[in-house]
């Protein structure tokens, strides 16, 4: 957390409405785009920017600075976003789970992908696919991709965000690589079953 | 040439995945490079790996806060703008 960071948060807690409203402009956008992500819908996206500040005014009190506010803001979020996908769908880990428990494409041929496949993204199959494969990834998978694979947080950071442990955010991540990557391999016809 | 990480490798699927991640130690790197050099399988499955992340990147970069949205967060937290 940065000098001015910290300054605006001591602020905050004495009742500075400017530097309050200024930690919630800085943080706003990426606790919005963190909440679209995760559940593919602007409108509750926006419920979880509300719940998420709502949370943080109540509790800047009591916020000590040991994770940086970012941290604290991608837990919060994350957590608001689960407890809404979990709510409407009434899915447990253990369900979601078993939903990336298949084989993939074992006993096919493996295929070098096209060579132009970086200039394929405004493809729009190719975007189509990839949208629809990171809905489909079950939640619990989607998060850490989305953390670490999407924004760029390290291991331990996604860790302390959703509250797990570094391993467990490890096997998260290879589960949903191995899923969005078989999901596009399909798609681009990179995988032949042998007879 | 048959797709065997999966089923046969589990061992080098998830050398792989430490591979593509931070903090991996010169050994591994090394022993996934060594395993890369006899195995083209596992060469093209990072390869396309690293290419689904990038895609997904390009394609997943959602840009749709706005204005309208701040100030419906300030008006609901009662905070003026």
């Known amino acids: 957390?940065?000098?001015?960071?910290?300054?605006?948060?001591?602020?905050?807690?004495?009742?500075?409405?400017?530097?309050?409203?200024?930690?919630?402009?800085?943080?706003?956008?990426?606790?919005?785009?963190?909440?679209?992500?995760?559940?593919?819908?602007?409108?509750?996206?926006?419920?979880?920017?509300?719940?998420?500040?709502?949370?943080?005014?109540?509790?800047?009190?009591?916020?000590?600075?040991?994770?940086?506010?970012?941290?604290?803001?991608?837990?919060?979020?994350?957590?608001?976003?689960?407890?809404?996908?979990?709510?409407?769908?009434?899915?447990?880990?253990?369900?979601?789970?078993?939903?990336?428990?298949?084989?993939?494409?074992?006993?096919?041929?493996?295929?070098?992908?096209?060579?132009?496949?970086?200039?394929?993204?405004?493809?729009?199959?190719?975007?189509?696919?990839?949208?629809?494969?990171?809905?489909?990834?079950?939640?619990?998978?989607?998060?850490?991709?989305?953390?670490r694979d999407l924004e760029g947080h390290s291991v331990e950071e996604t860790s302390k965000s959703l509250d797990i442990s570094p391993s467990n955010v490890k096997v998260r991540l290879m589960r949903a690589r191995l899923f969005l990557r078989d999901k596009m391999a399909h798609n681009l016809h990179c995988v032949e079953a042998i007879s | 040439m048959k797709y065997h990480l999966h089923k046969k490798s589990d061992r080098i699927v998830k050398l792989v995945h430490e591979y593509l991640g931070e903090n991996s130690h010169e050994e591994l790197l090394s022993e996934v490079a060594d395993h890369m050099t006899d195995c083209p399988e596992c060469y093209i499955y990072i390869d396309s790996v690293k290419q689904t992340i990038q895609l997904m990147r390009k394609v997943d970069s959602p840009n749709a806060y706005s204005k309208d949205i701040e100030h419906r967060l300030l008006k609901s937290l009662n905070i003026r703008k």
């Open chain 1, 1 to 147: 957390m940065n000098l001015e960071e910290k300054s605006l948060i001591k602020k905050a807690k004495l009742g500075d409405e400017s530097a309050l409203n200024l930690l919630i402009k800085n943080h706003a956008p990426v606790v919005f785009n963190t909440a679209l992500r995760i559940l593919q819908n602007e409108s509750e996206a926006e419920d979880v920017l509300q719940e998420t500040f709502i949370i943080f005014i109540k509790k800047i009190g009591s916020f000590e600075g040991r994770s940086s506010l970012a941290t604290w803001l991608y837990r919060v979020a994350t957590n608001v976003a689960i407890g809404k996908i979990r709510a409407k769908k009434k899915e447990g880990s253990i369900v979601e789970l078993d939903v990336l428990n298949h084989e993939p494409l074992t006993g096919h041929e493996l295929r070098s992908w096209p060579e132009e496949i970086e200039k394929m993204w405004k493809d729009e199959s190719i975007q189509s696919c990839l949208t629809e494969a990171l809905k489909e990834l079950p939640v619990i998978f989607r998060t850490v991709f989305i953390l």
